[in-house]
Nanobody
Framework: QVQLVESGGDLVQAGGSLRLSCTAS????????MGWYRQAPGKQRELVAG???????NYADSVKGRFTISRDNAKNTVYLQMNSLKPEDTAVYYC???????????????WGQGTQVTVSS
């Protein structure tokens, strides 16, 4: 079994910063891409940032220059540093990871339960 657990969500004022963490645990042989998504009330879930196992990154236009995704492969952990937060960043943030549970298996996408980020104006 595999679990992804996020942490770091909080209430913060506009202009502030937060750092989200997501750690994968359980029966894991390898992790390929990892990413952060968010879903605001009444809106569809959207990709915020992604990172490959080699460290290549991509970002939503709305967060470029403000958010930074990184990962620690030894800890099976992905981070999202969020700076200059805006009220429109308010959402539940989810992490996702493509995980191979055993050699010869298939990569499967797993999701965390989400962590709430609220930015007040």
């Amino acid at each position: 079994q595999v679990q992804l657990v996020e942490s770091g969500g909080d209430l913060v004022q506009a202009g502030g910063s937060l750092r989200l963490s997501c750690t994968a645990s359980g029966s894991i042989f390898s992790i390929n891409a990892m990413g952060w998504y968010r879903q605001a009330p009444g809106k569809q879930r959207e990709l915020v940032a992604g990172i490959t196992s080699g460290g290549s990154t991509n970002y939503a236009d709305s967060v470029k220059g403000r958010f930074t995704i990184s990962r620690d492969n030894a800890k099976n952990t992905v981070y999202l540093q969020m700076n200059s937060l805006k009220p429109e960043d308010t959402a539940v943030y989810y992490c996702a990871a493509d995980i191979l549970r055993y050699m010869g298996g298939r990569y499967t996408e797993y999701w965390g339960q989400g962590t709430q980020v609220t930015v007040s104006s």
